[in-house]
């Protein structure tokens, strides 16, 4: 399939794991990339592993400095001229799983910052260049811990829950624009975030648990993911927008209590 051949795509968080997916599944179909990322050497990574002839610029960002969003936006159209899709996957963990009462504001405003306020901040200045396209496309990465609890931290969960309502009010914000938003909600994938979860489970002979509680039984791959977020950026989903699409073998579609399933 060439479902984006001659299509500019910008991916954030595009280093590693779902992010590096994504840019492999989008250039094997077509585009032209912008890969962004704030690990240089990642994103080195990633450009290695893209078909060959695969069209790409890259640019180091923290998403959450709204000048340097702009920026990143303005050089994206400069260089190619339009900007189709939007992937909004940079996201952090923060590793802080205390209790409710034990709350690190500093924590939150990290963790908030990255992961809401980055996918707002490039949801702002790309949507304006689709708005004067008439089309576009954007995909956001939240988690299924932003639909029930016990798949990550306090903060994290809360800026994951802020990107899927995000993605619903500014699906009816830029629908009229015909600009598509949805999100997607992974479960256990093995990137580089959730690498503790897995050398953990690894080094305690506790593999065989990973993914236990899913209907599926197993884990994910980034590749999973990716394949996802390429059809709701495609227009095979024409006209599918404001969707959360859980990508987690089933984990959300059970009551799932921790002991249910073994």
């Known amino acids: 399939m060439q479902r984006f051949l001659d299509k500019v ?3 954030t968080g595009a280093g590693s794991g779902i992010g590096r997916a ?29 078909p060959a002839g695969a069209e790409v610029q890259t640019r180091i960002v923290d998403v959450a400095d709204e000048a340097a969003v702009e920026q990143c ?16 996957n940079a996201g952090i963990a923060g590793g ?3 209790i409710a009462t034990e709350q690190s504001l500093e924590t939150w405003q990290k963790i908030i910052g990255v992961n809401l306020y980055g996918v707002m901040l490039f949801t702002k200045y790309a949507a304006r260049q689709m708005q004067t396209q008439g089309q576009g496309a954007i995909v956001n990465t939240a988690s299924v811990a932003g639909i029930r609890s016990g798949a990550g931290g306090n903060a994290y969960s809360a800026s994951k829950a802020g990107v899927i309502n995000f993605t619903m009010t500014s699906a009816c914000d830029l629908g009229q ?4 938003v949805n999100a997607v909600c992974p479960g256990l994938i093995e990137t580089g ?12 002979n506790k593999e065989q648990k990973l993914g ?13 993911i990716a394949g996802a977020i390429a059809f709701l ?6 006209y599918v927008t404001g969707q959360a699409l859980a990508v987690d073998g089933g984990n959300t579609a059970s009551l799932n209590l921790p002991g249910m399933k073994v």
Do not use: W
């Not at 890969?35 to 450009?47: A, F, I, P, Q, W």
């Not at 975030?193 to 305690?204: E, I, L, Q």
């Not at 950026?233 to 024409?238: E, P, Q, T």
């Open 73 to 88: 936006v303005n050089e994206t159209i400069a260089h190619f001229g339009q900007l189709d899709v939007l992937c909004n």
């Open 9 to 11: 795509v910008l991916i």
């Open 22 to 50: 994504t840019a492999k599944r989008m250039a094997a179909e077509g585009a032209r990339l912008m890969l962004v990322d704030r690990n240089e050497d990642g994103l080195k990574g990633t450009v290695d592993e893209l």
């Open 193 to 204: 975030m959730t690498k503790p979860v897995f050398d953990y489970a690894r080094s305690n």
């Open 177 to 180: 624009f015909n600009i598509r």
């Open 233 to 238: 950026a495609s227009d095979d989903a024409s």
């Open 212 to 224: 236990a509680r899913c209907e599926l039984r197993r884990y994910g791959r980034p590749d999973e």
């Open 96 to 98: 802080d799983y205390n």
